[in-house]
């Protein structure tokens, strides 16, 4: 089992920046890679950033250029700094596991941190 606990959300203006922290507990030896992902009310759940364990990255277009995920596997934490946030930005915001490493895929979810930017 892996357990993910998101923080860091909150209330920021247009412009604006925030860094959320996701801090990965249990069998973190498992996690082949990492990411973030939003949900806005009315909306589906999209891909916001993604880190393998190697370090590659991946990116919604709508994230290019002012978001960077980042992992510190002392820590085993995922981090997303959020630069340039606009109000489409605004969505709960989760963390997400992988474990592909074995027979079948495992995919864990954190609860999700509010991030609202207002204009």
């Known amino acids: 089992q892996v357990q993910l606990v998101e923080s860091g959300g909150g209330l920021v203006q247009a412009g604006g920046s925030l860094r959320l922290s996701c801090a990965a507990s249990?069998?973190?030896?498992?996690?082949?890679?990492m990411g973030w992902y939003r949900q806005a009310p009315g909306k589906q759940r999209e891909l916001v950033a993604a880190i393998s364990s190697g370090g590659s990255t991946n990116y919604a277009d709508s994230a290019k250029g002012r978001f960077t995920i980042s992992r510190d596997n002392a820590k085993n934490t995922v981090y997303l700094q959020m630069n340039s946030l606009k109000p489409e930005d605004t969505a709960v915001y989760y963390c997400?596991?992988?474990?592909?490493?074995?027979?079948?895929?495992?995919?864990?979810w954190g609860r999700g941190t509010q991030v609202t930017v207002s204009s």
């Open positions: 997400n596991a992988v474990d592909y490493s074995g027979p079948y895929e495992y995919d864990y």
């Open positions: 249990g069998n973190i030896f498992r996690i082949n890679a």
